[in-house]
């Protein structure tokens, strides 16, 4: 049996292990198929403080990675298939690795960015579709772009797509914005930014080799427009990655795991929770480590079999 499992290898989990391999618990760490996380689909992370230049997302995950093991983290690639929290020890199914039981568990397993799911979307992934601005705006220098959305990544997104495309659209399929006043601002006072407003897209058109447009429904008149386009990025919110723990745990309606606000405990003593699997606010590198750590030392006193969450007691 082990003692403590981590679910996840972005930030959080990393940090987890690190802080849990350091106080000798010997974290078995299961990595699924995008080993690192969201970061590795960015290129430069200039806000992670202590890099005065800015770090490539993959090298900081993977000297996170390095870091882990060097105190004893074991690293297992595997799927995790189902989980039994009704008994202790817990219990995982993880393809390819059988059978794991664990006294702890850190849920780090992150959230993935929502596809449209209309035609013409998934296979041309690659081809012109992009659910990170970050990682392949630069690919886009001196085209024209789609950014599909009404939210502060939206905003964002096409902010920065401006230092490469020659216009940006952003296409929403209300009248107005959900993103914050400040962000709109930004995006509606930039020229290389024109609004499609009262749009929903319903398919996307590609020639032989790519991206060529995006089908739209007019909500206002009913018809059908076609906007030309060299690419599309997707950016109407994430998805936490919390379907494999089949209603096991309590989460908000969409899915994000509830944790004791303060701390990293789950509605399930022994599972614990921390990075944007729990958390649809932040969604930062940084606010992902931070809880990382306050896992590792939540699991380090539930283990000791001291109580986790009666922070009141010292205040
Ligand atoms: P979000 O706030 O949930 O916005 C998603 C947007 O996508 C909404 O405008 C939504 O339209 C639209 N949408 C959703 N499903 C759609 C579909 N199937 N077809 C067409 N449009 C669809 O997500 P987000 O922008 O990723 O932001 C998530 C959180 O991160 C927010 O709390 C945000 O403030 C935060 N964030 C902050 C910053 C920052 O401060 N720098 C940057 C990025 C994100 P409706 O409005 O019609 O629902």
Redesign the pocket.
């Known amino acids: 049996m082990e003692k403590v499992v981590i679910l996840g290898t972005g930030p959080a989990g990393l940090t987890a292990a690190i802080y849990l391999a350091r106080a000798n618990m010997k974290p078995i760490v299961i990595e699924g198929d995008q080993p690192g996380g969201q970061l590795t689909l960015t290129t430069e992370v200039e806000n992670f403080p202590g890099f005065i230049e800015g770090i490539m997302g993959p090298e900081l995950m993977d000297n996170m990675r390095k870091q882990a093991e060097r105190f004893g983290a074991e690293f297992k690639r595997g799927w995790v298939t189902d989980v039994d929290f009704s008994k202790k020890p817990y219990t995982l199914e993880v393809s390819g690795l059988g059978k794991i039981e664990t006294e702890a568990l850190i849920l780090s397993t992150g959230a993935s960015a ?1 596809l ?1 799911n209309i035609p013409g979307e998934k296979e041309n992934i690659g081809r012109g579709i992009s659910t990170c601005a970050t990682c392949d705006g630069f690919f886009f220098r001196g085209k024209k772009v789609i950014i ?7 905003m ?1 997104e096409a902010n920065f797509l401006t230092k490469f495309a020659s216009e940006v659209t952003i296409v ?3 009248d107005e ?4 006043k400040i ?1 709109q601002e930004r995006a509606r006072e930039n020229s290389k930014i024109r609004l499609e407003l009262n749009k ?2 319903i398919e996307v058109v590609a020639g032989e080799k790519n991206v060529t447009a995006l089908k739209v429904k007019n909500n206002e008149s009913g018809e059908e427009e076609i906007i030309q386009t060299d690419g599309i990025f997707v ?4 998805t936490p990655n919390t379907a494999f723990l089949k209603g096991q745990i309590e989460t908000d309606e969409t899915g994000y795991i509830n944790v004791i606000p303060g701390t990293t405990e789950t509605n399930v003593p022994g599972v614990f929770a921390c990075g944007d699997v729990q958390d ?2 932040y ?1 930062q590198a940084i606010t992902a480590a931070g809880t990382g750590c306050m896992a590792a030392l939540d699991v380090e006193r539930y283990l000791e079999g001291n109580a986790v969450h009666d922070w009141s007691k010292s205040l």
């Not at 599909?148 to 939206?154: K, L, Q, R, T, W």
């Not at 914005?177 to 914050?180: D, G, I, N, Q, V």
């Not at 950016?235 to 994430?238: E, L, P, Q, T, Y």
């Open positions: 929502k449209l599909v959305g009404g939210g502060d990544s939206a964002e929403h399929r209300r914005f959900r993103a914050s962000m929903t897209p950016a109407i919110g994430h649809k606010k969604r």
